[in-house]
């Protein structure tokens, strides 16, 4: 029988699949765990006890997402959707209206949608767009007040135009409200609150504005760059021919000869339309074969006349469909649509209204005017993110739409969607970390990371849980981002857990750890916003438990050499700032008839249990007679399970054969109370209170290296368990264990 040591120097592989406890030969193993729950590896190596979830007030009973408003860097929001409504929190609290009442907002919105609303952040407003709901805005009126309102489009987007020359439409009048009326029942009743294009014919009974032209008379009506401009007054024309959109100007000098001694000349020409106009419909008749409109763009005069075959609905209504997309990008809102794909005028998408024109005032289309391109995919687009070109997620590939000459502008002579990969994409919204975009595929479970290749000349989406495939069991459905202080990604699973990986690509970190809430706390939602100082960021998050929704917010994360009474290592806790002595204390109604756990002075209380009015005492041994400070909440478990070590004797591995886990020191870092032991044997304490140690005084975290004999049984594991239930923070750094090998394997 022999005795041999091992290192586990770095955890940062975290949990891996059990499809990998096998694979010993690959260096994910030597930095992996079979178990990673509430610890979270680092990018340095160690895995930290996650920080607690501190309770910030009661969610609606119908609360089914959050979302975020950025105004600013300092003034960051946390959206809480619940149904047709909305409620606001920022600075660590709920925006109310009174002690105790929430402000909030009326919105359109069912709650079982809400996970689908695209947002995209533009200064004081959040543009939102969903398929089943008019494009609208939430616009900030002020620190603590916000409106939401549908986002009107003008000029369009249109629908391709009827080529069908036998379904014609006149008008009765050309500005106002006017009835149309078509030779085929193509109006609806979705068609209601969508826009109406409607195209002259021609202008052959409009003669041609020329130089020269004698005898003009007011009222007399001449066609120029293809628009209709109406005589102001009389004479003969001047040499300026019209093309003026608004209002009324000279054609040439109305005193003054020439050098050939002729005139005076000039006639003034107002403007009084183009070749089409634009309506907004209000109401449908007649079977379908009338509606009633209002002129948006004055409509040529013989519309009221001669019937036109030249019209379209817009892309946008009840009848045909919402954009469910919506960003910004190359300095144009771009809306998806099914498969189309409408970017707006350029600059053109502010105070409450998107400019969709596509032609000038002569008919000829500008690159800075909007476009509309159709995608040539099987899928419609599941979400988009602007980067060096669009990348758009569908249920077959992934795309990158720009410009097809990078040298010019995008437009829409200037565009094409190129397939990237074809993987696939879940209805999930990416997030986008530093210039990398995370995504998940098809199914939810495999999260694909999107960077350029330069090489290549194309987008590459690497599979990030290729080595934990289980990490994502049930599906994840929403992402996070946190920067400071950890760089780390959350992904809130289906089932109430959430991922979590300390995103850093230059270390090529692999480790996924696994976040379960205290108390059966299922994670609904969560979202990454900055804090008030304007340097950290928080996470926020519902939560579910027995049936009653509340809105959470992660803990700061532990620096190192931090207090131990101002640890928060407890879920939907709460803090506060006890006199010296006091043991009664109120005001816990959400943990009412819970045991929890508490800390008082940096000193774990154990047996407390709340009254069903919210109140719980402490016994006064328990209590410090000075001020300090007290955190109360559920308790949660971190849990870290080495894998099978890798031994080697004579050459020879070990797996498989008989062992026995005799003993393991623990190299660790500011932590107190935890527990080791073999797997599925019995745990001891880790750390004793030291000798020198006050009695009256909390056990001081430790530092350095200990070490515990372990009652290990004979099996085939030789597997070591690290536990921490107890409000008290607890760093790893790493882990030497001893294991006893029998001469022979019997």
Known sequence: MGVLRAILNSFNGGEISRRMWGRTDTAIYQIGLETCENFVPTVEGPIIKRPGFEYITPAAASASWLGQFRFNLTQDYVIEWSETKARFFTNGGRIETSPGVPYEITTPYAAADARRLCLQQSFDRLYLAHRNYPLAALTRTSALTFAHANLDTKNGPFLDQNVDETITVTADAVTGSVTLTATSAIFVVGHVGGLFRLEAKDFSTIPAWEVGIDGVTIGAKRRSDSKVYQAASAGRTGTTQPTHTVGTEWDGSSVGQDVNAKGPFGVQWTYLHDKYG????????GGG????????????????SVASYRWTFGAFSIANGWPNLVTIWNGRMVLFKDFDVHGSVVGDYGGGQVNFQTLTAAGVSAPDLAFRRTLATEDPALWVVGDRKLIVGTASRELAVGAINSALAVSGDNIAAEPQSFYGSAAVFPVQIASATIFAQRGGRKLREVGYDFGRDRYLANNITVWCRHITKSGVIQFAFQKEPEELLFCVRADGQMAVHPHAPEQEIKGFARIVCGGGGKILSAVSITAADGINDELWALIERDG???????????????????????DAGITTMATGGQTHFTGATHLAGKAVAVLAGGAVVPGIKVAMDGSFDLPATSVPSIPYRLTVGLSFTATATTLRPELRQNGQTMQGMRQRLVKIVVRLLDTAGIRIGALNGTLDNLIDRPGSAPMDAPVPLF??????????????????TFVSDTPLPATILCAMPRVDVPAEDV
């Open 278 to 285: 634009v309506l907004r419909i209000t109401a449908i008749g």
């Open 289 to 304: 074969t009338t509606a009633t409109a209002t002129v948006l763009r004055r409509l040529p005069d013989s519309l009221t």
């Open 548 to 570: 009653a929704k509340s809105i959470e917010r992660m803990a700061a994360w532990r620096d190192d050499g931090d207090p131990i009474e101002d640890a928060f290592f407890v």
């Open 703 to 720: 530092t350095g290296d200990t070490g515990k004999a372990v009652s290990g049984n004979w099996d085939r594991n030789g597997q070591a």
